[in-house]
């Protein structure tokens, strides 16, 4: 990220009382054009981002959808920069292919393992009724994905799937919603 002078909206001093925590010490605006951030509502969580967490992992500069802040600590004091990004939308765009790229990536290669792990055990009609009524059971009052429930019982993907059919077709479970591309599942 290219720090420029010229994008530099705002300053504020967070500072840090033991009794009360973060508090806003000053703030100054440098252009009057640009709506500054309510400082006394995000305080504390600049203070937070810029100053929790382990030695060493720290962020130097966060960025937001229409600004970023830089941070330079003094003692438990925090100095932020308020800056506007210039030219980082295209940047972002590109990151953001390169980012679904890897996640596509990622997801074919764990489709693949899970296709190439096929269950060597016979799966009889015992097997398969235990299996249900276990599934029942650890679905009540609970919610579970399919790749969870797959993973409990060793069964591969088309399996699991043939399973959670069935159940929801005797209405024994139903379909609460949607993680990612997980379904998730509760008893009925």
């Not at 640009?34 to 600049?46: C, G, H, Q, R, W």
Request: include cysteine; glycine fraction near 4%.
């Amino acid at each position: 990220m290219n720090f420029n002078e010229n994008e530099m909206f705002g300053a504020a001093l967070i500072g840090f009382d033991m009794i009360d925590g973060p508090f806003l010490k000053w703030k100054k605006q440098f252009d009057k054009h640009i709506d500054f951030v309510k400082l006394d509502d995000f305080a504390m969580n600049f203070y937070l981002s810029f100053r929790g967490g382990n030695a060493g992992k720290k962020p130097k500069a966060i960025l937001y959808d229409e600004f970023y802040v830089v941070a330079f600590p003094r003692d438990l004091e925090l100095c932020c920069l308020f800056m506007k990004p210039q030219g980082i939308q295209s940047n972002i765009n590109r990151l953001n292919k390169i980012a679904s790229r890897i996640m596509l990536d990622m997801e074919k290669l764990e489709d693949d393992e899970e296709n190439n792990e096929e269950d060597t055990t016979d799966s009889n009609e015992d097997t398969i009724e235990e299996t249900k009524r276990l599934i029942i059971n650890l679905l009540n009052d609970t919610e579970m994905s399919t790749p969870e429930l797959r993973r409990y019982f060793k069964l591969s993907n088309s399996e699991i799937w043939k399973v959670m059919s069935e159940l929801e077709d005797g209405q024994k479970i139903k379909r609460t919603r949607k993680r990612g591309r997980a379904q998730l599942w509760t008893a009925m």
